[in-house]
């Protein structure tokens, strides 16, 4: 079970181009330019299934340990995967998937998830929004009607790493308000023409002193 106080953060970081000053921009702004930046909207329809693989690193401050190894995202529009491996006894490795709907995250060990995967089990809009795993799935909250994935609304900018970032509050459709997650959607002014693509994405989850990436 989780300890009282446990949050949950999600930033997710892109760097595209914008014409318009970052605090003028409305919420349908902020997630079309967003969405373009991953790619046309032509192109973005022609995908049927994405596969990712990567490495992955689990952080432990109680006890402090850390452990890496590697990680496979599988997606198309009903389906996601995310399969991680780690070199840690009491954390071998992380199955989380979502299919048709249907939740399933096995036992890390006899009878005991992971911290991250209890937590998404107590959670499941955070799965079937499509905000786990971010724009590196076809699952992503922002792919299609975002109004039907749940409550958006933007709440101002702020600084990530010293870069501007708007900031758009979510909520699952299903879960609970006391749940706040924030998405850190980072702008980057170009005053010369680059290829408008997703630069930077990272997504991050801190679950009681612990950290999986």
Not at 62 to 72: L, N, T, W, Y
Not at 151 to 156: C, D, E, P, V
Not at 171 to 179: A, D, K, R
Request: positive net charge; without cysteine; hydrophobic residues 40%.
């Amino acid at each position: 079970m989780f300890a009282k106080g446990l949050s949950f953060f999600v930033f997710v970081t892109f760097l595209f181009i914008l014409t318009s000053k970052a605090q003028e921009l409305r919420l349908e702004e902020v997630v079309s330019n967003h969405t373009n930046s991953i790619g046309k909207s032509d192109k973005r329809k022609e995908l049927k299934n994405i596969v990712l693989l990567g490495m992955s690193e689990f952080r432990s401050k109680m006890p402090e340990r850390k452990s890496v190894g590697k990680v496979a995202i599988v997606s198309d529009a009903s389906n996601l995967l995310v399969i991680s491996s780690f070199l840690a006894e009491s954390y071998p490795y992380e199955k989380i998937g979502i299919f048709d709907s249907k939740i399933n995250i096995p036992f890390v060990n006899a009878g005991v998830r992971s911290p991250l995967g209890d937590f998404l089990w107590e959670h499941p809009g955070i799965l079937k929004s499509g905000l786990f795993s971010g724009s590196m799935s076809l699952q992503w909250s922002f792919s299609e009607d975002y109004s039907k994935r749940g409550k958006l609304s933007l709440a101002g900018t702020k600084k990530v790493d010293g870069k501007k970032a708007h900031v758009i509050e979510f909520y699952p459709q299903g879960g609970s308000e006391s749940l706040k997650i924030r998405l850190f959607l980072m702008l980057k002014l170009f005053n010369i023409s680059v290829p408008n693509t997703a630069r930077n994405i990272r997504v991050n989850k801190r679950l009681s002193g612990n950290s999986v990436r």
